[in-house]
């Protein structure tokens, strides 16, 4: 018997962790040396003192009476952490466990210090908060710059447009005054002929009908269209075709058309129309550029696996590789600030990955550059 108490007293008096005890009116019976230390109160300064002084106030000593004293004098499982008070004033936490001694009422508590733990766990609060705080403001931000990325590819759009409108309207324009400046002459040379007159305002009537039909080809090509339609992409590039060509033509550049896919595709039409305008006037800006002589772009189309695809090629000799990765980035651009935007590219890529559900890619070839559009049947 003499011997085990021996043991309770090393372990007691050498154990890592706080150990007291406690009477049934919370008075200190007992404390070990790490339990001394943790408060830093000398043991004659503990022992007979109730516990109150440990708490940080007196609410606090009220509330471990309820969380926990009670609970182990009513044998029920506790393990808590609190927090105390040091006997310099500061507070610190402790990991508490109790076990009640039936005979007297009597509670041994055993204590570690996990401040240095609670505090880690404060600071990765305080970090993710921050954090948190700093990802919402960033999100914020790009939301902002992808609201000014719209709106300046809308600037950019227009302006395209008008230039392709500019290109479209021209010809007819000019035929109109040189017919109504015939006319003019005609009449003031007293030279009216009645059948000749008929034919030349028929001429006027089928260019106004030419001009009012281009204005209805721009408007159903740029109107946003949400509906996905069934269409196939030849059908998508002689449309665009249709819209651009005046300008091609004019700037002595050659479509080959090589299509050989010709399958239904459940897509949204207007939106791929604009991707292939864009990669169409991409490669006309870049072989006027580089003055290319016998200047010709390439638009195949053909079936592999379950998706259709769209080649557009040039012979302007591709794109430097130390860009070709990074030409679908926001805002990069290799044409000049009067010429470019760095738009296109970016939303594009956008258009088709996001809501075509496709994927955009590009590559260098002997001749120039290759983009290559596939989109699901």
């Given at each position: 018997?003499?011997?085990?108490?021996?043991?309770?007293?090393?372990?007691?008096?050498?154990?890592?962790?706080?150990?007291?005890?406690?009477?049934?009116?919370?008075?200190?019976?007992?404390?070990?040396?790490?339990?001394?230390?943790?408060?830093?109160?000398?043991?004659?300064?503990?022992?007979?003192?109730?516990?109150?002084?440990?708490?940080?106030?007196?609410?606090?000593?009220?509330?471990?009476?309820?969380?926990?004293?009670?609970?182990?004098?009513?044998?029920?499982?506790?393990?808590?952490?609190?927090?105390?008070?040091?006997?310099?004033?500061?507070?610190?936490?402790?990991?508490?466990?109790?076990?009640?001694?039936?005979?007297?009422?009597?509670?041994?508590?055993?204590?570690?210090?996990?401040?240095?733990?609670?505090?880690?766990?404060?600071?990765?609060?305080?970090?993710?908060?921050?954090?948190?705080?700093?990802?919402?403001?960033?999100?914020?931000?790009?939301?902002?710059?992808?609201?000014?990325?719209?709106?300046?590819?809308?600037?950019?759009?227009?302006?395209?447009?008008?230039?392709?409108?500019?290109?479209?309207?021209?010809?007819?324009?000019?035929?109109?005054?040189?017919?109504?400046?015939?006319?003019?002459?005609?009449?003031?040379?007293?030279?009216?002929?009645?059948?000749?007159?008929?034919?030349?305002?028929?001429?006027?009537?089928?260019?106004?009908?030419?001009?009012?039909?281009?204005?209805?080809?721009?408007?159903?090509?740029?109107?946003?269209?949400?509906?996905?339609?069934?269409?196939?992409?030849?059908?998508?590039?002689?449309?665009?075709?249709?819209?651009?060509?005046?300008?091609?033509?004019?700037?002595?550049?050659?479509?080959?058309?090589?299509?050989?896919?010709?399958?239904?595709?459940?897509?949204?039409?207007?939106?791929?129309?604009?991707?292939?305008?864009?990669?169409?006037?991409?490669?006309?800006?870049?072989?006027?550029?580089?003055?290319?002589?016998?200047a010709t772009i390439k638009i195949r189309?053909?079936?592999?696996?379950?998706?259709?695809?769209?080649?557009?090629?040039?012979?302007?000799?591709?794109?430097?590789?130390?860009?070709?990765?990074?030409?679908?980035?926001?805002?990069?651009s290799t044409k000049t600030e009067k010429?470019?935007?760095?738009?296109?590219?970016?939303?594009?890529?956008?258009?088709?990955?996001?809501?075509?559900?496709?994927?955009?890619?590009?590559?260098?070839?002997?001749?120039?550059?290759?983009?290559?559009?596939?989109?699901?049947?």
């Amino acid at each position: 018997m003499l011997k085990k108490v021996e043991w309770f007293e090393q372990i007691f008096n050498n154990s890592g962790v706080g150990i007291f005890i406690v009477d049934k009116d919370r008075n200190i019976l007992e404390a070990n040396e790490a339990m001394c230390t943790m408060f830093g109160y000398k043991y004659e300064e503990l022992i007979n003192k109730s516990t109150e002084f440990l708490h940080i106030d007196k609410a606090s000593y009220d509330n471990f009476a309820k969380v926990a004293f009670d609970k182990v004098l009513n044998n029920e499982s506790l393990n808590l952490e609190y927090m105390f008070k040091h006997k310099n004033g500061n507070t610190f936490w402790l990991k508490i466990a109790g076990d009640s001694v039936k005979l007297n009422k009597e509670v041994l508590w055993t204590t570690t210090d996990i401040t240095q733990r609670i505090e880690a766990e404060e600071r990765i609060k305080y970090l993710n908060e921050g954090l948190n705080k700093e990802i919402k403001q960033q999100v914020k931000v790009l939301r902002e710059k992808d609201k000014q990325l719209q709106y300046h590819a809308r600037l950019a759009k227009m302006g395209e447009m008008l230039n392709m409108i500019t290109h479209q309207w021209r010809q007819p324009l000019s035929a109109i005054s040189a017919t109504t400046c015939f006319m003019l002459a005609k009449l003031s040379a007293n030279s009216f002929d009645q059948k000749e007159f008929s034919e030349e305002l028929g001429h006027i009537e089928d260019y106004s009908k030419f001009l009012s039909k281009t204005i209805d080809d721009f408007r159903n090509f740029f109107k946003p269209n949400k509906t996905k339609v069934d269409t196939t992409l030849e059908n998508i590039v002689n449309t665009t075709l249709a819209i651009v060509n005046p300008i091609l033509v004019n700037s002595n550049i050659v479509v080959i058309k090589e299509f050989e896919c010709k399958e239904i595709i459940h897509n949204y039409e207007n939106e791929i129309g604009h991707v292939i305008l864009n990669l169409i006037k991409n490669a006309e800006d870049v072989l006027i550029e580089r003055a290319i002589e016998n200047a010709t772009i390439k638009i195949r189309t053909y079936k592999k696996d379950n998706n259709a695809i769209l080649e557009i090629s040039d012979n302007a000799g591709g794109i430097p590789l130390e860009i070709i990765d990074k030409i679908f980035d926001s805002y990069f651009s290799t044409k000049t600030e009067k010429l470019g935007t760095g738009l296109g590219l970016c939303m594009s890529k956008t258009i088709i990955e996001d809501n075509c559900k496709g994927t955009i890619g590009v590559r260098n070839e002997k001749e120039g550059s290759v983009f290559i559009v596939s989109i699901p049947l």
